[in-house]
């Protein structure tokens, strides 16, 4: 079992914790829709990424057609 052989002073003990934070997200806004996304990710809100469609939306697809 580990055991420490001295006392962690406040100073080391914080240090070390320093890069422990949160990082803020950093949203963007989708140039089609106007939504704000991820940056490098498709927009949920629309399913486009770098002006072109890569995702089509359930309300788009019809399933009838796509069952036949």
Same mark, same amino acid.
């Given at each position: 079992? /580990?055991?420490?052989?001295n006392?962690? $002073?406040? $100073?080391?003990? @914080? @240090? ?5 934070s949160?990082?803020? /997200? @950093?949203p =963007?806004?989708?140039? @089609? =829709? ?11 809100? =629309? ?22």
């Open positions: 079992m /580990a055991v420490q052989q006392k962690v $002073s406040k $100073s080391r003990r @914080n @240090n070390r914790r320093a890069h422990d949160l990082i803020a /997200a @950093n =963007c806004e989708c140039p @089609n =829709c106007g939504e704000l996304k991820r940056p490098h990710h498709v927009c949920v809100a =629309c399913g486009h990424y770098a002006d072109r469609e890569v995702v089509s939306l359930i309300e788009d697809v019809d399933l009838e057609d796509d069952a036949a």
